[in-house]
């Protein structure tokens, strides 16, 4: 039997799950998810803000055939159908829309409105997908304000899988590599229409256009159009679009949810949303704005920690290695690892090893690089310091939260510590929020690795576990509040769990106590929150009962007060009550200048007074007036982005725009 062998793209095709093209719905959100975050990287590595405008188009499959240049024809045989009903499950069918018809006229009935329409969003959702008849199809455009790319490279960047600028040890979003090559290998699959690429690089007088897909058995680019467009108006950037089989009422939600926390961890992009329906009435937009205009700086590639190196990666460095002596290899391919430490290290390996043996020596002796592997696990060496990492900050962490909840009060917390699991770094940072108006009773929890928001597989996941684990009632949070946990994790390595690569692990101790530490240290923040407006609340309480009280109080002492005007007038008593009132508050109620409504005024003035004089005391002993104020950043009104002189004033300062 003769050997056969199999590409790259002829794998991941046959393998679509494993990096998430598990169905059509799926497919379809994988295929936006790459693409927006393509643009965002692009975007972000040369330092602009980020603007992602996505347009997802419905196609039916009348409108696709015409695309393909097929007839429309109609159907002879229906029982040939998934969709065939016969008569007995049609009068069942029927019988059941009309008892759910029955359900909703009953509910109105009793001005059960909520109700109504939850039973009435129920029968439409189930209608409208007994309407579609076949697969739907889709476009997908998505266009960014990045780097752009290069002309020649094109073809390879989109046409061949397992090539790209990702391939080292660096903080990525991406978690195969594959990116647009996926959605490339699903539309060659799905619908077969090649993909369209628009792209312009700074200062480029053209615009490189391309039509191209994959060649599924050579992994390579199979170039249907390629061409130079005058680029007249100095555009900049990449739009990519595909055309593609998908279930968008399926994945809906997870795909606005998507952008939705694409926007809470990247609040200095914004992203504008087009959903078009062949239905114009069921098409919608959104836009998710930006709040700040703080970007984390870069991820840098770093080298390898020793604790961190296998045999594999030891053969790989070999074989890209430049050094020429043992001593400059460790010095120059591995972390912590200085000349006077390699000196001692290749005394330690024995005497095969010498400090001035040319690298390629070791090829192929597996018996010297296992002896270097061990050595490597066994040693002592300086951890990590992170310094290659670029976590999204607690300030943008809590802009974004505050952009899309609108909570009552949040608080955000980063481990002041860099971690380390199996020689890799990796930063922690957590935000809690409590009420919102879009979110729902109990725990939220909201997941990011490398910036990207995690949807699936939540219950096995490290955040889940932990957050679930943590007693919020000590904490002043009960269970029906409205409270969303956020955790964002960022490493050179991901420690995921699972093909599809969606969730970490709740059994790695090390991510276990990080995760842990810095949700607690933000419901720490929060229960000090909460207990400074319970007490206000409190304050409030006591505040309104006074005020409540104060006309029957003032009644009453004016009647005293009128009764013993009364008794001054007999003789034997006017000396005596003469003397006690020093302040002549009887001479005030005998001039009309004091009554029960002046009184009852000056009480609720004296109240209000004390009350602010608290609320100052209150500020001057937590420091408020000498705290340093976080910076603001306030949307312009128009579209222009050019910004002119900056004017300084005590509170804040104004940038002009031309």
Request: proline share 4%.
């Amino acid at each position: 039997m003769a050997l056969k062998q199999r590409s790259p793209a002829e794998f991941f095709a046959e393998n679509k799950n494993i990096a998430g093209f598990d169905n059509p719905g799926k497919s379809l959100y994988t295929t936006v998810r790459e693409l927006v975050e393509n643009g965002v990287d692009s975007a972000e590595g040369i330092g602009c803000l980020p603007w992602i405008q996505v347009t997802v188009e419905e196609i039916s499959k009348t409108r696709f055939n015409t695309i393909m240049g097929l007839d429309d024809f109609e159907r002879t045989d229906e029982a040939l159908y998934h969709d065939f009903e016969t008569k007995k499950q049609k009068d069942r069918r029927e019988a059941k829309e009309a008892m759910e018809q029955e359900k909703i006229r009953i509910l109105e009935e009793k001005q059960n409105l909520k109700g109504a329409e939850a039973a009435k969003a129920t029968f439409a959702k189930s209608a409208s997908a007994r309407k579609r008849k076949g697969t739907m199809y889709y476009k997908v455009v998505v266009k960014d304000n990045g780097s752009g790319m290069s002309h020649e490279h094109i073809p390879d960047m989109l046409g061949k899988v397992l090539s790209g600028t990702k391939y080292s040890l660096k903080q990525t979003r991406g978690k195969f590599g594959l990116g647009a090559k996926m959605a490339l290998i699903w539309s060659k699959m799905s619908t077969g229409l090649p993909f369209t690429i628009m792209s312009a690089q700074e200062k480029k007088k053209y615009i490189s256009h391309y039509v191209l897909d994959i060649d599924m058995y050579k992994n390579v680019p199979h170039i249907h159009k390629e061409e130079k467009l005058p680029n007249d108006k100095a555009w900049r950037g990449s739009e990519i679009a595909v055309t593609i089989e998908g279930d968008w009422i399926a994945y809906r939600a997870r795909l606005l949810s998507y952008l939705r926390q694409m926007a809470v961890i990247t609040p200095y992009a914004q992203f504008d949303f087009h959903f078009l329906s062949e239905d114009p009435e069921k098409s919608f937009g959104y836009t998710f704005k930006r709040r700040t205009d703080t970007i984390p700086d870069p991820p840098k590639e770093t080298k390898y920690h020793p604790s961190a190196v296998d045999l594999m990666v030891f053969e790989q460095l070999l074989s890209h290695s430049k050094s020429n002596t043992l001593v400059k290899f460790l010095q120059n391919e591995f972390l912590s690892i200085n000349k006077t430490y390699a000196e001692r290290l290749i005394a330690e390996m024995g005497p095969d090893f010498d400090p001035l043996m040319h690298p390629s020596e070791l090829k192929g002796r597996k018996d010297m690089l296992v002896r270097m592997q061990q050595l490597f696990k066994e040693a002592k060496f300086s951890l990590p310091d992170g310094s290659c990492l670029s976590p999204v900050g607690e300030y943008n962490l809590r802009l974004g939260i505050i952009k899309e909840l609108d909570p009552d009060m949040v608080s955000t917390y980063r481990l002041p510590q860099v971690q380390v699991f199996e020689g890799h770094p990796f930063i922690v940072e957590a935000g809690v929020s409590v009420g919102g108006k879009t979110v729902k009773p109990g725990l939220n929890i909201y997941r990011f690795a490398n910036r990207i928001p995690l949807l699936f597989e939540k219950g096995g996941d490290v955040v889940t576990r932990v957050a679930n684990s943590i007693s919020w009632g000590n904490y002043k949070i009960t269970k029906d509040d409205r409270v969303g946990v956020f955790v964002s994790v960022v490493s050179t390595r991901i420690p995921y769990k699972g093909a599809g690569k969606e969730y970490i692990g709740a059994d790695i101790k090390e991510y276990v106590c990080a995760v842990k530490q810095a949700i607690q240290g933000c419901a720490v923040q929060l229960s000090k929150k909460i207990s400074r407006k319970d007490a206000a609340k409190a304050a409030q309480e006591r505040k309104g009962k006074l005020v409540k009280y104060i006309p029957d109080v003032s009644r009453a002492i004016v009647t005293m007060l009128s009764n013993i005007l009364k008794d001054s007038e007999q003789p034997e008593k006017k000396r005596r009550i003469t003397s006690l009132d020093a302040g002549g508050i009887l001479g005030q109620l005998q001039k009309k200048e004091l009554s029960e409504a002046i009184l009852s005024k000056k009480l609720v003035q004296h109240v209000q007074q004390i009350d602010v004089e608290l609320a100052l005391e209150y500020a001057a002993q937590t420091g408020m007036a000498s705290k340093r104020k976080s910076d603001a950043f306030i949307n312009p009104t128009t579209a222009s982005q050019v910004l002119g002189p900056e004017l300084h004033a005590s509170k804040c300062v104004i940038r002009l725009l031309h």
